[in-house]
């Protein structure tokens, strides 16, 4: 057993605004099943103190002038303790973890992160009186970058460990704030935390980690290439002996159609033929035509380029002449919201777009669809196309990231060896999809092939089990002398 210290800036069902809160609520779970000793830290937004119910303080300490509590809680639902980062003038303010209510970033947001990386360090060095010292800390994505860099000055510390959910956000700032947070002048180096006269978060993770995950083997392999590598890839390439992929895992309690909270009709893979209404039940509910022979597409995603919302919206032309209905629910970038918005109000009959955040929206459309898409420019892993797997909901995806390594096209040998469940793009274009579409249309026309498929998906295995195993050998070797 070791004694893990999990950082997070954000952790479902507390406060999420992606997938990795769905990790951070879910990966410490399984890992505390597997007998690992967690502590999850978060910072205090007003939204977590919201949901707690019980909670005690556990100590307190002033950085950067401005006191700091850590409070106490679980995780709901889990028995996983919780240890939330309680600066009221860094995270007590209405809005989102990362930006206020227009979606514009927080400007001390440097500082905010900062705060909650040293926070992060003194725990890890035993400095807070918390009686609890880890073994490991796992830091993920730019907001705990700061945590590997600090912690190597030290000599007798934890091991680190630095996920890479998305490479694409890297925590940059100005280097006056890097002089303003009076970081340690040593991390200002190319082989530290500068990059192109920039602080840059995340280089903290990727250079001064013992170990580095991305949340998929592909995307592992993908982020060593300038195409996809932002700029770090040399990086990566240097430290490549070091870094690997480890496949995200879903909380199957949540995400289950058997048991589903916002299902009225549940059903798993024994009873498919229950699955279709929750199709005519949500055609009903946002007043579309109730059809059962249109294949209904679902979406429910972040509205940004990432997510291939170009090529969505080239296709659309074409998309709403055939026998489909789309269900678009997202927020983002706002010329997206708009264009999307746009084409719905002209083709009321095939096309919703719901703008917001809604939780039971997004398990209603998995449960309604038969088909989802995701034809993403790239994936690091992606949760939606494992839900959809998981509710009998064939995922149309491009062949990148996580992506490329779940989901297996429904080519005629795929089909006959039963091991397709979804169809895969040649490439990121509005034709390939087109195609796709096409392909996955003709054989919703044939019931006895498109069961299968369904069976074949949600028959899948997307557990934590195995990937929290490898996280724990991957403690045990970040652990080991000759790391
Ligand atoms: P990413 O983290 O890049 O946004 P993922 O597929 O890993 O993509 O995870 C996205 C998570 O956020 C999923 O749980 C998805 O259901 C959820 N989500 C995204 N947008 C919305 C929305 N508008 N309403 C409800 N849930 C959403
Ligand atoms: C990021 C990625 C997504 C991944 C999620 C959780 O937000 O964009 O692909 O599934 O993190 O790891």
Known sequence: MSKIL???????????????????????????????????LLPAYPEVLNKITRSKKLSA????????EIIET????SNVIVWLVDCPALFDRPGGPYSNSHGQAWHDNALRFAVF?????????????????PDVVHCNDWQSGLVPALLSLHTERPATIFTVHNLAYQGLFNHQTFIHLHLPDELW???????????SFIKGGLVYADKITTVSPS???????????????GLLNNRSEHLSGILNGIDEKHWNPGTDKYLKQKYNRHSLAKKPRNKTQLQEELSLPVDASLAMIGMVSRLVEQKGLDIILQSLATLITM????????????????????????HPDRLKVIIG????????????SDLYLMPSTFEPCGLNQLYSLRYGNLPIVTPVGGLADTVIDASEKNIKNKTANGFVLEQQSATALLNSVQRALALFQKPEVWRQLQVNAMRGDFSWQTSAGRYIALYQQALSPNC
């Open 6 to 40: 999990y950082i997070s800036s954000e952790a479902f069902p507390l406060i999420k605004t992606g997938g990795l809160a769905d990790v951070a609520g879910s990966l410490p779970v399984a890992l505390l099943k597997q007998s690992q000793d967690m502590r999850l």
């Open 219 to 233: 995307y592992a392999h993908e982020i060593l290439s300038p195409e996809f590598g932002y700029g770090l890839d």
């Open 357 to 368: 955040y809604n939780e039971a929206l997004a398990h209603k459309i998995e449960a309604a």
């Open 117 to 133: 990386c040293y926070v992060a360090v003194d725990i890890a060095l035993n400095q807070l009186q918390l009686n609890w010292q």
């Open 323 to 346: 026998p489909v209905q789309l269900v678009i629910l997202g927020t983002g970038e706002t010329h997206y919201e708009i264009q999307l918005t746009e084409w719905a109000q002209q």
């Open 74 to 77: 679980r995780l709901p639902g």
């Open 61 to 68: 300490k002033t950085y950067y002038n401005m006191p700091v």
């Open 189 to 199: 180096q190319i082989n530290g935390l500068e990059f192109y006269g920039q602080l």
